[in-house]
């Protein structure tokens, strides 16, 4: 197999040229290749079999050790005015970039297969679709991008049909993380990756395609790339309505995103759309619909067990590759809160000793199809995706943020996206529990200075009179005692139910000076097993906290200077306001 694309196949001979693979192989994506493939590493040790006869097709990747996260200390957006990529990115002029990077790429693929992967982020046959296609000499980045995205030979019909795509350039490298880069041309629709194998810095559809060049593109092009889970929540009338949430990081997405409702609540259903991706679009009639760029899930392993997340539990019991979990002394896969089994070998591969630390590293992960999720929703393969009644940005913070409160209308709602803040999480090297600025979840992925992002947002007020409502919510919330005030999970649907009420017009609502916050009688608490006054504490707005918070975000929005959109500034100023009056 090759290409009639010229584009194409001169790409692929430089990239030969420069990087000297012993073999070039084009995927097609079969099941026959993926099979030759994961034979091929298991005789090379990239992967091990789980035990087969419980784990069926289960599959063990352990990486470096210093390669287990994203690097976002690593990673440029090399936009030509460096003022384009903003402070909220590393920035390294083009031509530098190119240079500093294409010398590591020299012979970076001797004794190598390079392997070329056309894919399709979004339904094969969806207008709203993006296409790319990345070079890697990883066999594991071709199984996982094989389950990612939608691979092979009817994404290069659709690019040899339109002829634009995203290039992705990956290799492996020698993993010194001293020659380790992530560099996006987002004007030469172009990625380059070297030096890392795992998820975010390698799987390039994911966030350097789908989040950082998309977001970029999409600006262009009128529409939004975002770090949102998409959900469809259907009552015991049988109505849906879907919701796109924004979380960082390890916050949680994709145990929302499949969520199992609480006993309390028969006759809910809960349908998954996607964990981690959203592209958002505006239709003829000004409704904004959502699809999932990507068909699988990457998702973090500790604490999945049948109690939190029973359907991803039951998902990830077969065809699902794992990286960095340890293993039982029967070959199991094994982390941090299963609740099941012992560990014998650690994510090392070594001997479990407690004293070591975790057994299954923190972000270790696991790689499965969407169609494996109990839950998922046919919908996915929705060409035009489905309509959204609201947006919900979060963070994790201890304090401060309360269970949920709307956005007074869509202007409001951007600057409470602007202004989300969240510990930090293992999902990315680095300290961890840190409270940091990650506007809309997008601080490491957009792809372009965040001030021209807000004024981007900003904008569909504009075009639209119907957009989706705009909330925010905390689960992490914790008492004085560092005990969580909220029991998350399933019960999180209690809070999605006032989300939709909202939208249909169902409660009133009490105004405070941040948005409107549910009355506690309209949160069902049926069955909810919290400590008595947990949801007052966890509906409650300390106005002398606000006032600090508020001071923070202004000092942060002011950072993007002369950028920074006028419009923002004054929904800013109507919140300082109004705490400055309130008690
Ligand atoms: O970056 S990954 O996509 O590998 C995981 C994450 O941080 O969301
Ligand atoms: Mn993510």
């Not at 010229?6 to 994506?29: E, F, N, R, Y």
């Not at 402070?87 to 990077?101: E, F, G, L, S, V």
């Not at 958002?280 to 959502?290: F, K, M």
């Not at 529990?433 to 990650?438: A, C, K, N, P, Q």
Request: charged letters at 25%; one cysteine or more.
């Amino acid at each position: 197999m090759t290409t009639r694309l010229a584009a194409l196949a001169d790409w692929v001979d430089s990239v030969a040229t420069l990087t000297k693979p012993d073999q070039i192989h084009w995927c097609d994506g079969s099941d026959a290749e993926n099979q030759r493939l994961t034979e091929e590493m298991l005789a090379s040790g990239v992967l091990s079999e789980l035990d087969q006869a419980t784990y069926p097709n289960c599959y063990l990747h352990l990486s470096d050790p210093s390669d287990v996260a994203r690097v976002e200390h690593l990673t440029f957006v090399c936009t030509p005015e460096r003022d384009d990529a903003g402070p909220n990115n590393h920035w390294m002029a083009p031509a530098d970039a190119h240079a500093k990077i294409d010398a590591l790429f020299d012979g970076a693929m001797r004794g190598r297969t390079l392997y070329v992967i056309p894919y399709c982020m979004g339904p094969i046959d969806s207008p709203y679709a993006r296409l790319g296609v990345e070079i890697t000499d990883s066999p594991y980045v071709v199984a996982n991008m094989r389950i990612m995205t939608r691979m092979g030979q009817p994404a290069l019909e659709r690019i040899e049909r339109e002829g634009s795509f995203v290039k992705g350039l990956h290799s492996t490298g020698d993993l010194d993380p001293e020659k380790r880069f992530i560099m996006h041309f987002p004007d030469e629709l172009t990625i380059k990756s070297i030096g890392s194998g795992y998820g975010g810095n390698a799987l390039l559809g994911k966030k350097c395609h789908a989040l950082r060049i998309a977001s970029y593109q999409a600006r262009e092009e009128g529409w939004l790339a975002e770090h949102m889970l998409i959900v469809g929540i259907e009552n015991p009338q049988g109505e849906t309505s879907y919701v796109a949430c924004a979380f960082p990081s390890a916050c949680g997405k994709t145990n929302l995103a499949m969520l199992i409702p609480p006993e309390s609540h028969p006759g809910w259903k809960i349908w998954t759309l996607g964990d981690d991706i959203a592209w958002l679009h505006l239709d003829d009639n000004g409704q904004l619909r959502a699809i999932n760029p990507e068909s699988g899930y990457f998702g973090v392993v500790p604490g999945t067990n049948a109690k939190t997340n029973k359907n991803a539990y039951d998902m990830i019991q077969s065809d699902t590759i794992f990286t960095n979990v340890a293993t039982t002394a029967d070959n199991q896969p094994w982390w941090e809160d299963k609740k099941e089994g012992e560990p014998a070998t650690d994510w090392h591969g070594k001997p479990y000793v407690a004293a070591n630390g975790p057994a299954a590293h923190p972000n270790s992960r696991f790689t499965v199809s969407a169609t494996k999720n109990p839950s998922y929703s046919s919908l996915a393969e929705a060409p035009d995706g489905v309509p959204l009644s609201a947006i919900v940005f979060g963070g994790r913070r201890k304090e401060l943020a309360p269970l949920v409160y709307e956005a007074r209308d869509w202007r409001h709602g951007v600057l409470v996206g602007a202004g989300v803040a969240s510990e930090t999480t293992a999902a990315a090297t680095g300290a961890v529990g840190v409270v940091r600025r990650d506007p809309m979840a997008m601080k490491p992925f957009c792809g372009y200075n965040f001030a021209d992002y807000w004024a981007h947002w900003l904008s569909f007020a504009d075009r639209s009179t119907k957009l989706p409502r705009v909330f925010h919510v905390n689960w992490f919330r914790q008492d004085e005692n560092g005990k969580f005030l909220w029991p998350g999970f399933g019960d999180n649907l209690r809070v999605l139910r006032w989300i939709i009420d909202r939208c249909e017009q169902r409660v009133e609502a009490n105004e405070t000076p941040i948005g409107y916050l549910p009355k506690p009688e309209d949160i069902d608490t049926s069955g909810l097993n919290i400590r008595e006054g947990a949801l007052d504490a966890l509906l409650s707005v300390n106005a002398e906290q606000w006032r600090e918070e508020m001071t923070a975000v202004g000092e942060y929005l002011n950072s993007y200077g002369d950028r920074l959109p006028a419009a923002l500034k004054e929904e800013h100023a109507k919140v300082t306001g109004a705490l400055a009056k309130s008690a």
